[in-house]
């Protein structure tokens, strides 16, 4: 399973890919207004673009970024826009009637799709229908409603594999490690998770303590 960023934020971006572990990054309009307003900067089509590019740039990996238009035309243009700006970028669309369009379109000219906001198997089905590369249901926001969004996701990775379809499934709203584990386990193809939980996935209490004992013990017979 590969390891994604949901995040816009270049300093996280750079901190993680560092790593050598993280193979893409999602992205959304709310973490993209986010991310300009921590660096004080006006959000205007070209610092956009430019933002985006160092992302594709540091990542060397998928880049999903989200229209935020409504209608099918529109996000169509829009879609085309942000595919022009870099060949990493995977355009981002809601699951409604208008993203299953726009989806169609985009993928017939060979333009890569993440379809998002998925919370349901049959959402899956008829994403992957239209040319879908990606699927990403909710997790977390599953969960939310008291629901599993374990099940939801092990319905859509059975699905997909039965029908043989050539779609990936994306991991998304990831809001704890367990969530990374299930995700594995399950059979997604991506987890893409906040910076948050990625630095959770490496920390362990035993490895804090085991690695100050070895440097105790050392430091007591280092020559």
């Not at 921590?38 to 989200?66: D, Q």
């Not at 809001?175 to 939980?197: K, N, S, W």
């Amino acid at each position: 399973m590969e390891l994604y960023l949901d995040t816009a934020s270049l300093e996280e971006i750079r901190e993680i890919a560092a790593w050598g572990v993280l193979s893409g990054v999602t992205t959304n309009p709310t973490l993209v207004a986010k991310a300009f307003a921590a660096k004080g900067e006006a959000l205007t089509e070209e610092a956009f673009a430019a933002h985006l590019r160092a992302i594709c740039e540091t990542v060397g990996g998928p880049v999903s970024a989200e229209v935020t238009a409504l209608e099918a035309e529109a996000m169509v243009a829009e879609g085309r826009r942000l595919a022009a700006i870099h060949p990493q970028i995977v355009v981002k669309l809601p699951t409604t009637e208008e993203g299953l369009k726009a989806c169609k379109r985009l993928a017939a000219e060979g333009i890569k799709v993440n379809m998002t906001l998925i919370f349901s198997a049959n959402q899956a089905l008829l994403a992957a229908r239209a040319g879908a590369s990606y699927v990403s249901p909710f997790l977390g926001r599953v969960d939310d409603i008291s629901w599993d969004g374990g099940e939801l996701l092990r319905e859509i990775v059975e699905m997909i594999q039965v029908q043989d379809l050539p779609v990936k499934v994306i991991a998304a709203s990831i809001r704890h490690p367990r969530h990374v584990t299930e995700a594995a386990l399950l059979g997604a193809d991506i987890a893409t998770m906040p910076h948050a939980v990625f630095k959770q996935l490496l920390k362990h209490p035993l490895t804090d303590i085991g690695l100050k004992r070895f440097l105790e013990d050392w430091e007591k017979v280092k020559p």
